[in-house]
């Protein structure tokens, strides 16, 4: 069987809990977004979006953190 | 004014400093609050625009110690101003704060990524406690954290405090007490990674091996809900109108009467001061100039209390983060950053507590970028000065200068969203717009004291840092409006006319006559730079007008301006052109050096504050000629 194919975390429809695959985008601001718990294996979910379409608001470790798309799209999940 | 270690013992370092350590979010301000009972002030260090709160522990919570609240540290990597600091501070690299021992406040609802932080602190081999806070939001995400389990896994005591009630608090300075006077011992924080991926999965382990939490977190049920609202696609941006013109009302007429009142208190001291005192130059400076300075200022601090204590209960429930996330995506386009309708907002109260304000901005180019155009927002300042100039060239009814403030105050918005945006574009756009990455705290019911104790520490900070350049800048104005040469002596009391400040007015009158000012408009175009309604107050002094009858001081000036000519042409100097050119003059030039000082001293260097001040000032003179210019050629006198 095939792996599931990563995709962006703006592809992922509301409240679903999905896993971190990889980071892929600028390495400091990667660097960030590991620091703040966006660690490969975690399970995330986006719980909202804001009304303009952007940012959008993703659970992660008992948090909530607003995220832009540009920022969301480097987080690969499974 | 005194000092922020005036009541404490002697230099930082001396001392024994207990460091409140932790993520933003984290009840940390709260704890400290609650530890120093409100007794502590904000602290600037040399060469540091960031701000600490020292204070000292109660005695009843045992032998009273120093206790310094570090900023939250959100991440380490790529760090904020704010986050520098606090990790210079923790890794003992600051030469004045020194740590001793340090308070790491963990929220129960988010372990792992607070221990994980927390392995920063573990690594320094410091005494150390872990305040749990949040413990009442655990029956929100249906958890338990075992307090005691966890503190045998990490070797660390793990006391649950409720700083907003003061439960815990006593236990956890009494458990303070007891480590400080042993030798440290190795605990599990200090052997979590500086690597991310490890750290976390370290912390991971070692919660599941504590058997500490019992089952894994729900989302918080209220938050979410509250957030379904706040951020839904249509009610979303109406909650947030509603609430940011319920701020401006507060701001405007909830302030009204407390500024009438300290107008009043202000007029009533200058005035007996110059009355009952012998008539001297002394007694004049003292009066007319230092009171009368401090007092065109200080009528703005109930604007600012207003502010500061609104601004402090919004981020304290956790709706400020909503905003910033609702109207993220404009201000980002502009290069600005979601929190910046913060101090874009401050900045039409006054454009100094609205730098202050610019610190909630965690990335550096989008501070930097809205400190630029906060003297563009039309600060209250103005306002006197837009009433007289609009109640001089509208004759009609109030509804239509009514009309054309607002129109002032909407344009003001777009323009400084403009130039954000060009600067942006063409001066910034080597920079790399920074992360957003904001957490979004959850909903809590605020508690008052702890609000108002932060809303005077920020007030009296705000006093302490914009004070003495008002006071010293109005000085220097009423001395240069009130002395001039005169034959015989070098330097004399003289009528404003024959002041150093009309020499200067008359020197730039050739500038000043393209945009139709003389100058006497001049003099009142110089003393506005102490703070921009003094306009109206000097133009009233140079020409002549009478306030000893029962007319008011606006009555007066408006049947003198109608009637005013220049000196040599006898054209009359306010019609309609020149008084638009006045309005567009004052709508964009930096006339305030209270702003220009504080700038400075935000960005410890003049280079942004000067440019400012020449650009802003340089744009107004331009469009106010072009204005005036334009509007003559199109047969508008």
Same mark, same amino acid.
């Given at each position: 069987?095939?792996?599931?194919?990563?995709?962006?975390?703006?592809?992922?429809?509301?409240?679903?809990?999905?896993?971190?695959?990889?980071?892929?985008?600028?390495?400091?601001?990667?660097?960030?977004?590991?620091?703040?718990?966006?660690?490969?294996?975690?399970?995330?979910?986006?719980?909202?979006?804001?009304?303009?379409?952007?940012?959008? &608001?993703?659970?992660?470790?008992?948090?909530?953190?607003?995220?832009?798309?540009?920022?969301?799209?480097?987080?690969? &999940?499974? | 004014?005194?000092?922020?270690?005036?009541?404490?013992?002697?230099?930082?370092?001396?001392?024994?400093?207990?460091?409140?350590?932790?993520?933003?979010?984290?009840?940390?301000?709260?704890?400290?609050?609650?530890?120093?009972?409100?007794?502590?002030?904000?602290?600037?260090?040399?060469?540091?625009?960031?701000?600490?709160?020292?204070?000292?522990?109660?005695?009843?919570?045992?032998?009273?110690?120093?206790?310094?609240?570090?900023?939250?540290?959100?991440?380490?990597?790529?760090?904020?101003?704010?986050?520098?600091?606090?990790?210079?501070?923790?890794?003992?690299?600051?030469?004045?704060?020194?740590?001793?021992?340090?308070?790491?406040?963990?929220?129960?609802?988010?372990?792992?990524?607070?221990?994980?932080?927390?392995?920063?602190?573990?690594?320094?081999?410091?005494?150390?406690?872990?305040?749990?806070?949040?413990?009442?939001?655990?029956?929100?995400?249906?958890?338990?954290?075992?307090?005691?389990?966890?503190?045998?896994?990490?070797?660390?005591?793990?006391?649950?405090?409720?700083?907003?009630?003061?439960?815990?608090?006593?236990?956890? @300075?009494?458990?303070?007490?007891?480590?400080?006077?042993?030798?440290?011992?190795?605990?599990?924080?200090?052997?979590?990674?500086?690597?991310?991926?490890?750290?976390?999965?370290?912390?991971?382990?070692?919660?599941?091996?504590?058997?500490?939490?019992?089952?894994?977190?729900?989302?918080?049920?209220?938050?979410?809900?509250?957030?379904?609202?706040?951020?839904?696609?249509?009610?979303?941006?109406?909650? @947030?109108?509603?609430?940011?013109?319920?701020?401006?009302?507060?701001?405007?007429?909830?302030?009204?009467?407390?500024?009438?009142?300290?107008?009043?208190?202000?007029?009533?001291?200058?005035?007996?001061?110059?009355?009952?005192?012998?008539?001297?130059?002394?007694?004049?400076?003292?009066?007319?100039?230092?009171?009368?300075?401090?007092?065109?200022?200080?009528?703005?601090?109930?604007?600012?209390?207003?502010?500061?204590?609104?601004?402090?209960?919004?981020?304290?429930?956790?709706?400020?983060?909503?905003?910033?996330?609702?109207?993220?995506?404009?201000?980002?386009?502009?290069?600005?950053?979601?929190?910046?309708?913060?101090?874009?907002?401050?900045?039409?109260?006054?454009?100094?507590?609205?730098?202050?304000?610019?610190?909630?901005?965690?990335?550096?180019?989008?501070?930097?970028?809205?400190?630029?155009?906060?003297?563009?927002?039309?600060?209250?300042?103005?306002?006197?000065?837009?009433?007289?100039?609009?109640?001089?060239?509208?004759?009609?009814?109030?509804?239509?200068?009514?009309?054309?403030?607002?129109?002032?105050?909407?344009?003001?918005?777009?323009?400084?969203?403009?130039?954000?945006?060009?600067?942006?574009?063409?001066?910034?756009?080597?920079?790399?717009?920074?992360?957003?990455?904001?957490?979004?705290?959850?909903?809590?019911?605020?508690?008052?004291?702890?609000?108002?104790?932060?809303?005077?520490?920020?007030?009296?900070?705000?006093?302490?840092?914009?004070?003495?350049?008002?006071?010293?800048?109005?000085?220097?104005?009423?001395?240069?409006?009130?002395?001039?040469?005169?034959?015989?002596?070098?330097?004399?009391?003289?009528?404003?006319?024959?002041?150093?400040?009309?020499?200067?007015?008359?020197?730039?009158?050739?500038?000043?006559?393209?945009?139709?000012?003389?100058?006497?408009?001049?003099?009142?175009?110089?003393?506005?730079?102490?703070?921009?309604?003094?306009?109206?107050?000097?133009?009233?002094?140079?020409?002549?007008?009478?306030?000893?009858?029962?007319?008011?001081?606006?009555?007066?000036?408006?049947?003198?301006?109608?009637?005013?000519?220049?000196?040599?042409?006898?054209?009359?100097?306010?019609?309609?052109?020149?008084?638009?050119?006045?309005?567009?003059?004052?709508?964009?030039?930096?006339?305030?050096?209270?702003?220009?000082?504080?700038?400075?001293?935000?960005?410890?260097?003049?280079?942004?504050?000067?440019?400012?001040?020449?650009?802003?000032?340089?744009?107004?003179?331009?469009?106010?000629?072009?204005?005036?210019?334009?509007?003559?050629?199109?047969?508008?006198?």
């Amino acid at each position: 069987m095939d792996p599931p194919v990563a995709r962006p975390l703006t592809d992922v429809g509301l409240n679903r809990n999905v896993r971190i695959e990889r980071l892929d985008g600028p390495h400091q601001d990667c660097a960030r977004l590991l620091d703040l718990g966006f660690t490969p294996g975690e399970e995330i979910s986006v719980t909202q979006w804001a009304p303009l379409g952007d940012p959008l &608001v993703v659970r992660v470790r008992g948090a909530l953190l607003a995220l832009r798309k540009r920022e969301a799209a480097w987080i690969l &999940v499974e | 004014m005194s000092t922020d270690t005036a009541r404490s013992t002697p230099s930082p370092s001396k001392d024994h400093v207990v460091c409140l350590v932790g993520m933003p979010n984290s009840g940390k301000t709260t704890l400290m609050n609650a530890l120093t009972g409100g007794n502590f002030k904000t602290a600037n260090y040399a060469g540091v625009t960031v701000s600490l709160l020292r204070g000292r522990s109660k005695p009843e919570y045992g032998t009273p110690r120093n206790i310094v609240d570090l900023p939250g540290v959100h991440s380490s990597v790529a760090p904020s101003p704010e986050e520098e600091l606090a990790v210079e501070v923790i890794e003992g690299r600051h030469s004045k704060v020194k740590p001793d021992a340090f308070i790491l406040v963990v929220d129960a609802t988010q372990l792992e990524r607070h221990l994980k932080f927390g392995g920063l602190v573990g690594r320094q081999g410091k005494p150390t406690v872990i305040a749990l806070t949040m413990v009442d939001l655990l029956d929100r995400t249906g958890q338990s954290v075992n307090a005691l389990k966890l503190s045998n896994a990490l070797g660390i005591p793990v006391i649950p405090v409720d700083p907003r009630t003061g439960r815990g608090v006593k236990e956890l @300075f009494a458990s303070l007490d007891g480590l400080s006077g042993m030798l440290w011992m190795g605990n599990a924080l200090s052997e979590v990674s500086s690597e991310p991926v490890v750290a976390f999965k370290q912390v991971q382990d070692l919660l599941r091996r504590s058997g500490a939490v019992t089952r894994t977190a729900q989302p918080d049920s209220l938050t979410s809900r509250i957030d379904r609202f706040v951020l839904h696609r249509y009610l979303g941006f109406p909650v @947030f109108f509603l609430v940011l013109i319920s701020l401006f009302a507060a701001i405007f007429w909830l302030a009204q009467p407390f500024m009438d009142m300290i107008d009043g208190a202000f007029t009533f001291a200058a005035s007996s001061v110059t009355s009952l005192a012998p008539e001297s130059v002394l007694v004049r400076f003292l009066g007319d100039g230092v009171i009368a300075g401090v007092g065109a200022v200080a009528v703005f601090f109930p604007q600012i209390m207003i502010l500061f204590f609104l601004m402090t209960l919004l981020e304290d429930s956790g709706y400020l983060a909503r905003g910033a996330t609702l109207v993220d995506r404009p201000l980002s386009y502009l290069g600005l950053h979601g929190r910046s309708f913060v101090p874009m907002l401050s900045g039409f109260a006054c454009a100094i507590p609205a730098v202050f304000a610019a610190r909630a901005i965690p990335a550096r180019r989008e501070r930097l970028l809205t400190i630029w155009i906060l003297p563009l927002m039309s600060c209250s300042a103005r306002l006197p000065v837009y009433a007289l100039l609009l109640a001089a060239v509208l004759s009609g009814a109030a509804w239509q200068a009514g009309i054309a403030l607002a129109a002032i105050y909407i344009s003001s918005l777009l323009i400084g969203s403009l130039v954000a945006g060009v600067t942006a574009r063409i001066f910034m756009k080597h920079r790399q717009p920074s992360l957003l990455a904001m957490e979004l705290p959850a909903y809590r019911v605020p508690r008052w004291w702890p609000i108002l104790r932060m809303t005077w520490a920020r007030g009296s900070a705000y006093l302490k840092r914009a004070g003495v350049p008002i006071m010293i800048v109005s000085a220097v104005l009423w001395i240069i409006s009130n002395f001039g040469y005169v034959p015989g002596a070098p330097i004399a009391a003289t009528p404003m006319d024959q002041s150093f400040a009309s020499e200067l007015g008359q020197k730039i009158e050739p500038v000043l006559r393209p945009m139709g000012a003389d100058w006497r408009v001049g003099v009142g175009l110089i003393s506005a730079f102490a703070a921009r309604e003094v306009f109206v107050s000097s133009l009233a002094i140079v020409f002549g007008v009478d306030t000893d009858d029962e007319q008011t001081q606006q009555e007066g000036l408006l049947k003198q301006m109608r009637t005013a000519t220049f000196a040599d042409t006898g054209q009359k100097i306010f019609t309609p052109a020149s008084i638009i050119g006045l309005i567009v003059f004052f709508f964009f030039s930096l006339q305030c050096f209270s702003t220009v000082a504080v700038v400075r001293k935000e960005m410890n260097s003049w280079k942004l504050a000067g440019l400012q001040l020449l650009f802003y000032t340089g744009l107004g003179y331009t469009l106010a000629v072009v204005t005036v210019q334009s509007l003559r050629a199109l047969g508008v006198a």
